[in-house]
């Protein structure tokens, strides 16, 4: 099973409350300082408990995602990614990470806003590739495990899945113990900011 269409998400902790509208100034900044890789931004704020903010790319758009009540960064990947399953859980990753660092660093919400680094939610975006079900997860099982592996630092770490045919495939991952960005992003041969 060849993986493709990864979205992961990263989970906010907010020292401050932060308006998901203050999301529209940042990612409009974003693409003015793009040189065209961002396109356009979506509101979805009106909607409850739903994908928030994008942030519109040929490659993959940015969420700052409500889904499930639960406000976070979502980096969904468009389009075709070369190499295996692991090589590409390790890039959207380190994508996504990248991004809720330099988000952490905006200075409308940099006091305010942080991302966990002990918790992740990987999903595909293909319901025909990957249908959400237990055979899907025991194929892909073993990538998932190691690429946690190399993210968490081969600290301990659980997944769980809940089969559901009318929802997306998702895995989620959580350690037990706290994880910063920097080493997070380190952990999957990426430059730490601080490093």
Known sequence: M????????????????VPLTAFIDIFHSWIQASDGIYHDVADYSHMESGPGIVLVAHDANL????????????????????GTNQEKLCAVLRAALENCWRLEEEPAVREKLKFAGDEVLISVNDRLLVPNTSESF?????????????????????????????RRFSIAVRTFEPFDLDKLIANLGGKAKNG
């Open 63 to 82: 969420h700052i995602d409500e889904t499930g009540g639960r406000r976070g960064l979502l980096y969904d990947q468009k389009v075709p990614m070369p």
């Open 2 to 17: 060849e993986l493709q269409k990864i979205n992961v998400k990263f989970f906010a902790v907010e020292k401050e409350p």
């Open 138 to 166: 025991q194929l892909l099982k073993p990538d998932v495990e190691a690429v946690a592996g190399r993210l968490f630092n081969r600290t301990s770490f659980a997944l769980s899945y809940k089969e559901d045919s009318r």
